[in-house]
Each structure stands twice: as structure tokens, then as C-alpha cells.
């Protein structure tokens, strides 16, 4: 079994305060996204803060691993973590960009893992709009 990883990690500043304040928008798109990717979701979960800042937590549970995502609206601030075992996350990291827009600030970091990876540091993004 291959075990190489493609962790990307994601802090995605400027977004629209709305958007990060809807649970079922937020999660319609990751399924959708991570189901359009070729990605196989176990299971799910969110849950919809009520009080300081009416943010958002996410999780899919993947057989090749994981998304989470966890939102701030009320600083315009989203961090996404895609972890993906034995298949590139780099599909499902084109839609999170198409996503959140052009008039976002993406930090996109990208590692790799696994037994056979030599370089611990692995591959680093930054993505300017």
C-alpha cells in the first residue's frame, strides 16, 4: 500500500464574513468538492458555533484521510487542513481556491509525508492575489 501523504494546510484571510457563517453552504462544498476530486468520504461532521463570532468547524474523515476546516467570520479568516494518503490533494486544492474567491489572501502550505520522503519540509506554496 502507498503511503506517500500530500498534507496541505491553508489560511485564507479576507473572506466573506456570510459565507464563513454558513454551516450548510461550507458543507455542501467541501462534499461536493472533495466527491467531485475522486475522494472517498467515510463519514462527517459540522457544527455551527452560536455565540463569539458564529463560526464554523468541519471534518470529513476520508479513506485516504482527512479535510477539516474551522472558520472566524468576524475576522474574515478560514484554515482549511486537506491531508490525503497514496493521491495528490492538488484537485481538491484547486476548487478551495476557485472557492473563496479572487479577492482573498491564500497562505497554502503543502508537506509531504510518508515513509519514503526524505525531505520532512516538504513542498511550500504561497498563492498571492
Known amino acids: 500500500m502507498n503511503d ?5 494546510i491553508w489560511d485564507i484571510t479576507g473572506a466573506n464574513a456570510q459565507l464563513l457563517s454558513n454551516d450548510k453552504a461550507l458543507h ?5 468538492a472533495l466527491q467531485a476530486s475522486g475522494f472517498t468520504v467515510i463519514s462527517d461532521m459540522i457544527h455551527k458555533f452560536s455565540s ?13 484521510s482527512h479535510l477539516s476546516y474551522h472558520t472566524y467570520p468576524e475576522r474574515g479568516y478560514i ?8 493521491k495528490s490533494n492538488q484537485s481538491i486544492n484547486e476548487g ?6 479572487a479577492d482573498v489572501q491564500i497562505n497554502r502550505r503543502t508537506l509531504l509525508r510518508g515513509s519514503a ?5 516538504g513542498v511550500r506554496h504561497a498563492v498571492a492575489r
Open 28 to 32: 455542501c462544498f467541501f462534499l461536493s
Open 96 to 101: 478551495i481556491s476557485e472557492f473563496f474567491g
Open 117 to 121: 520522503v526524505n525531505d520532512p519540509g
Open 52 to 64: 463569539g463570532g458564529e463560526g464554523v468547524t468541519g471534518l470529513f474523515l476520508l479513506s485516504e
Open 79 to 86: 484554515s482549511i487542513d486537506v491531508y490525503t494518503c497514496g
Open 4 to 8: 506517500r501523504g500530500y498534507h496541505t
